[in-house]
C-alpha cells in the first residue's frame, strides 16, 4: 500500500524529499492504526449508529416506564393493606369475639373477592393487547413527516390509502371493552352477594363456628358484606383496566387518598358494622372513583376524541 502510494522507493539523495517521505510515511501509518482500531466510531456505518442510539433509548423508555410501575403499585398496594390493617387493629380493641368475627369475616371477603378477580384478570390482559395496539397505530402515523397526512387521506407506496380510521376503530374496540367488563363485573358481583346471603341463611357450623357471640356477630355483619360485592367486583375491574391502559398514577394516587379517608372513618367506629360498613366502603369507593376516571381518561373523556388530529392543529 506504501508502495502504490508512493511513500517508498526511488533512491533520491535530496534530503528534504527524504523527510518529506518520512513524514507520509508515519502520518500514513497513523491513519492506518486509527481506521484499524476496534470499536472505532468511523468504522461503524451512519445507520447502524442511529439504530443504535435507537436501541439505547427504547432501552430506556422501557426501564422508567418499569420503574415507574413498580413504584405506583407499590404506593398502591401499601396504602390499600394500611387500611386493611388500621380496621383490623380498631377490632382488636373491641373485644375478642369482635376481632375473631372480623377476621372471619375477612376470610369469606377474601375467598368471594378472588374468585371475582378473575374477570379482573381478563380485564387487563384483554386492555392491555388492545392498547398496545392502538398506540402501535399512533407509532405508525407519528413517522409521517407530513402533518397534512395526520388528517387526509394519503396513498403509500403499495398503492393503498392510509387514513384515520383504523385509530378511531381501535378506539372503539377500547371504548366497548371497557362498558362490557364493567357490566360483566356487576353481574358477577350480584352472584357474588347472592352466594354470601345463601351462606348466611344455611349458617353452616363448620364456617360459621359454634362460639356464640362470634356466630351472632357474623350472621350480623354477612349481610352488610353481600351489598358490598357488586361494588368490590366493579372496583376490581375498574382498575384493571386501567392497569391495562398504564394508569398507574392515577390508581397509586386514588388508593392513597381513600385509604386516608377510610382510616378517618375508621377511627368513629364504634362496632364491627361500623368498621366494614363505614371504613371499608370508604375505602372501595375512593378506588373505584379513581379507576373510574382512568378509564374514562382512556376513552378520550378528557381531552379531544382524536389525539392525533389536535396534534396537528
Known amino acids: 500500500w506504501l508502495f502504490k502510494k508512493g511513500l517508498l522507493g526511488g533512491n533520491s539523495n535530496n534530503g528534504n524529499a527524504t523527510n518529506e517521505k518520512r513524514v507520509g510515511i508515519m502520518e500514513a501509518l497513523k491513519q492506518f492504526r486509527i481506521r484499524s482500531r476496534p470499536g472505532n466510531n468511523r468504522s461503524i456505518p451512519q445507520p447502524e449508529q442511529q439504530q443504535r442510539a435507537a436501541l ?27 387500611g386493611w390493617a388500621y380496621a383490623t387493629s380498631r377490632a382488636t380493641r373491641m373485644g375478642h369475639s369482635v376481632v375473631a368475627s372480623h377476621q372471619m369475616a375477612l376470610s369469606i371477603w377474601l375467598v368471594v373477592a378472588l374468585v371475582l378477580e378473575g374477570a379482573a384478570v381478563a380485564a387487563q390482559v ?23 397526512e395526520f388528517v387526509k387521506e394519503q396513498k403509500t407506496e403499495a398503492g393503498h390509502y392510509f387514513d384515520m380510521e383504523p385509530v378511531d376503530k ?41 362460639d356464640p357471640a362470634v356466630r351472632q356477630n357474623l350472621l350480623t355483619l354477612l349481610p352488610h358484606i353481600a351489598g358490598q360485592m357488586a361494588l368490590v367486583s366493579f372496583t376490581l375491574v375498574a382498575e384493571a383496566l386501567a392497569i391495562g391502559g398504564g394508569r398507574f398514577k392515577w390508581l397509586a394516587g386514588g388508593t392513597t387518598v381513600s385509604s386516608i379517608i377510610a382510616v378517618l372513618k375508621l377511627r368513629g367506629a364504634k362496632d364491627l358494622v361500623g368498621i366494614w360498613s363505614g371504613g371499608i366502603v370508604a375505602l372501595f369507593l375512593g378506588r373505584l372513583a379513581t379507576a373510574l376516571l382512568a378509564v374514562m381518561d382512556m376513552n378520550g373523556c378528557f381531552r379531544w376524541r382524536n389525539n392525533m388530529k389536535e396534534m396537528t392543529e
Open 170 to 210: 381501535q378506539r372503539r374496540t377500547i371504548k366497548s371493552l371497557s362498558l362490557y367488563m364493567l357490566k360483566l363485573s356487576l353481574i358477577q358481583g350480584l352472584a357474588g352477594s347472592l352466594a354470601i346471603l345463601l351462606l348466611r341463611q344455611t349458617a353452616p357450623s363448620f364456617i360459621l363456628t359454634h
Open 56 to 82: 439505547k433509548r427504547q432501552k430506556r423508555t422501557i426501564a422508567t416506564t418499569i420503574l415507574r410501575a413498580n413504584a405506583a403499585m407499590m404506593a398502591k398496594q401499601g396504602s390499600l393493606l394500611l
Open 126 to 148: 384483554l386492555m392491555s393487547r388492545e392498547w398496545e395496539g392502538l398506540k402501535l397505530l399512533e407509532r405508525r402515523l407519528l413517522k409521517n413527516d407530513n402533518a397534512n
